[in-house]
DNA sequence: GAGAAAGCAAGAGCAGTGCTCACATTTGGC
DNA sequence: GCCAAATGTGAGCACTGCTCTTGCTTTCTC
């Protein structure tokens, strides 16, 4: 089982996760194609038990980044938190993609196993948030919030036990779903060729200003 | 030739970039299916027409909506832009999958013919933060731009005839790659199931910011 | 220890894919 | 009308996911 989980990782190093394929793995395995269904149940079960992988790894990752930086401030650790994400996903470019990229089509995560591990990163950030607004060292952004926005913001702060503003976590979400973008782009070549001669350089200048945006 | 990219299209609001079949074009076509590589080289030669096709598309409906919206600020039309990409976006889910999600892999798009629609999009946002430089209503982001950034912001402004800050250029940049984000986290239900009662809203509110952070 | 039960592997087979090739047919220009 | 170019045909290869029947091997039970 094990094995199958990691031929198939080994798999998404050099193909893509609509490519994947149940026989390639079983020959790699030294068995029989249809000896494969023994194991798992579908194409879309191994994509499940990758994805899990993928998320559970790039969360640990980030988590353990912002563990190591627990003496500076929210705003350095969301950086840290950011930068880890970056690291992991441009390290894995494929496993990158499973998570982020196109869904595989035909192919619905269920959403009671990979919830859980995929609200890891996006968790991270809003607890160094919640920490921020304990410690005053965030500027909740000012103008109106729509009531929409607040009643589900709401619902978010009451799941995850948060307290700061629907203001904030609605900018908490933003800067997720920014920092996705950013990286996608890098690893995706969204900038056009040759833009950048240092990627890292513009990300972490982007970065900081996602962040202040957040009211860091 | 017209037909194929036509019934490409059709199927892809049916199904994904990756699983898109000549077969299937050819039997719509009422062609066996070794017919269509008299007309098409590739699969992948299908695939860069249909992204040139959705890159043209997206990209004149932003400029549309701009252009109707001539008489408003820089800052306003940045919104209406950014909103016009994400409704042509939601309208069609796979064609944004096919221009920004997961590449299809095995399949490097030619340059020659994609760059330039697929920089029209970004090319509208970076001309109103030009139109705004030149007004003096925008205020370019404070804090330093290491040399390589500034080197290649340098480049770009030179290519498309900028006169605005390297800086002011980085952060139009981060607003294409965050915009980007945001809509894909939209379109892939990336923000977790029933975050959002009403996307839109968290949209706009979000948009703001970012429109905000970049200096409008 | 013998026999039953469960686990595991094999191999054939189906329907689908991209793509190639030799061959047939239609079409257009002279 | 003729010839050549353009277009369509059908068989075939290698690959995919997945199912089903058959057989072997290990393990558990009495």
Redesign the interface.
């Given at each position: 089982m094990d094995d199958i989980v990691r031929l198939g990782r080994e798999q998404l190093a050099t193909?893509?996760?609509?490519?994947l394929s149940l026989r390639a793995v079983a020959r790699e395995l030294g068995i029989v194609s249809s000896a494969i269904y023994r194991y798992v149940k579908d194409r879309d079960e191994l994509l499940t038990l990758l994805i899990v992988d993928a998320y559970d790894e790039v969360g640990a990752a980030v988590e353990d980044a912002v563990a190591a930086a627990s003496r500076r401030s929210p705003r350095a650790r969301a950086l840290v938190a950011c930068q880890a994400f970056r690291a992991w996903s441009l390290r894995e470019p494929s496993r990158f993609?499973l998570l982020?990229?196109?869904?595989?089509?035909?192919y619905a995560a269920p959403?009671d196993r990979t919830?859980e591990p995929?609200?890891r990163v996006p968790a991270v950030l809003m607890a160094l948030l919640e920490e921020a607004h304990q410690t005053g060292s965030v500027t909740p952004?000012a103008?109106p919030?729509?009531r929409?926005?607040r009643?589900?913001m709401d619902a978010?702060a009451q799941e995850y036990g948060l307290t700061a503003p629907a203001a904030s976590l609605?900018?908490g979400?933003?800067l997720?779903?920014?920092?996705?973008?950013?990286v996608?782009?890098e690893i995706?070549d969204?900038?056009?060729?040759d833009?950048?001669?240092?990627p890292g350089?513009?990300f972490?200048?982007?970065l900081?200003?996602?962040i202040?945006?957040v009211g860091f």
């Open positions: 193909v893509t996760a609509a490519e993609a982020f990229g196109t869904p595989v089509p035909g959403a919830v995929g609200t952004p103008g919030v729509p929409s926005v009643r589900d978010i609605a900018r979400l933003g997720w779903s920014a920092l996705v973008g950013a996608s782009f995706f969204q900038y056009g060729p833009t950048f001669t240092d350089a513009f972490d200048l982007h900081e200003a996602l202040t945006s």
